[in-house]
């Protein structure tokens, strides 16, 4: 059973940065597309970042040009680079990978989460 299992969430002043990581028990190789979500109490999980196998990335608009999204093949990881944090990007941020078979099929991976709170 793959594995993944978040870090490096905490709390954070506003403006601040942090840095989640997000380690893979399989090669992340072998993921077609891993993504970062956040969710707040009261509302839906929603997608912050993802990057696919061939490279492409995208963000939502909110964090678009603070947060960079990134596969680190030697560590195995895949990260988010947090910068220039308001307060509404706290919650708790999980991670996601997507395989396909070759029949097409589609499994879906989740972490168990790390807490962010931006708080002065």
């Known amino acids: 059973q793959v594995q993944l299992v978040e870090s490096g969430g905490g709390l954070v002043q506003p403006g601040g940065s942090l840095r989640l990581s997000c380690a893979s028990s399989?090669?992340?190789?072998?993921?077609?597309?891993m993504s970062w979500y956040r969710q707040v109490p009261g509302n839906q999980r929603e997608l912050v970042a993802s990057?696919?196998?061939?490279?492409?990335?995208i963000y939502s608009d909110s964090v678009q040009g603070r947060f960079t999204i990134s596969r680190d093949f030697a560590k195995n990881t895949v990260d988010l680079q947090m910068n220039s944090l308001k307060p509404e990007d706290t919650g708790v941020y999980s991670c996601?990978?997507?395989?396909?078979?070759?029949?097409?099929?589609?499994?879906?991976?989740w972490g168990q989460g790390t807490q962010v709170t931006v708080s002065s």
């Open positions: 990057h696919s196998r061939f490279g492409s990335r």
């Open positions: 996601n990978g997507e395989t396909m078979s070759t029949s097409g099929s589609k499994n879906n991976y």
């Open positions: 399989e090669s992340i190789f072998s993921f077609n597309v």
